[in-house]
């Protein structure tokens, strides 16, 4: 994941390795079985072992994947209107029982899934909107919420790992023991208002993530 061992590099026999590390061969047959289920290696019949040409994903946080044809699209699963989860419901600020608008979808990149998606909308701005429709939105939510006044200002994110749902596991198509990042995303509009709480779902074998922030010389 490094780079270290670049993509087409031939890894050294098991035997080699079994002396590398003064591992038993079996820990060594396992190792190479887990990195060849996650997409990191590949059998040659008569040939060896070698790094595949698999990186994770560097992607901007702050950016929206924007669709493109043959490489990422977005599949819509599910709106529904629904009371949130009690972080959705504090990071949005709303009362106890308030209801939210819900999109959930899966990101496909070269028609494999890599990602899922669950946006939420308060109900009081979105329940009568384009948010609120099971249709694909032309300029995706941002555009959807600026024509309701709520333009997107800034965000915040809450990255976490932890073990995937059985669900996850099957709709990602995760390699067994793989962790996913959980990225909580919270969207204000004008006057700190909060109008979207996304939870972003990603294969943690799959991505790294890149931040990039001005640094000031001002005294806080």
């Known amino acids: 994941m490094r780079g270290e061992l670049r993509p087409g590099t031939q890894l050294p026999s098991t035997a080699q390795l079994v002396a590398q590390y003064n591992a038993a061969n079996a820990t060594i047959q396992h190792a190479l079985k887990a990195l060849k289920d996650e997409g990191f290696l590949d059998s040659r019949v008569g040939k060896g072992v070698y790094v595949r040409d698999r990186q994770p994903f560097v992607i901007d946080a702050a950016a929206y994947i924007a669709p493109a ?20 419901a504090d990071g949005l600020h709303l009362a106890q029982d308030a209801t939210t608008i819900v999109r959930a979808r899966i990101l496909i990149h070269d028609e494999q899934p890599v990602e899922l998606s669950t946006s939420y ?24 919420l600026a024509d309701l006044g709520f333009p997107q200002r800034t965000f915040i994110d809450r990255i976490s790992v932890r073990a995937p749902t059985p669900e996850e596991i099957e709709t990602l198509d995760l390699p067994d023991g793989t962790p996913v990042i959980r990225q909580l995303r919270i969207i204000y509009s004008d006057n700190e208002r909060p109008v979207e709480a996304s939870v972003l779902i990603k294969g943690g074998h799959l991505y790294e993530l890149l931040y990039r922030q001005a640094i000031t010389t001002e005294p806080h």
Request: proline letters at 11%.
């Open 69 to 88: 044809p043959g490489r990422f699209r977005y599949q819509l699963l599910t709106v529904d209107n629904v009371v949130p989860p009690a972080d959705i």
């Open 121 to 144: 909308y308060p109900a009081e701005i979105a329940a009568d909107s384009r948010l609120a429709k099971s249709a694909k939105i032309r300029g995706g939510a941002p555009q959807a």
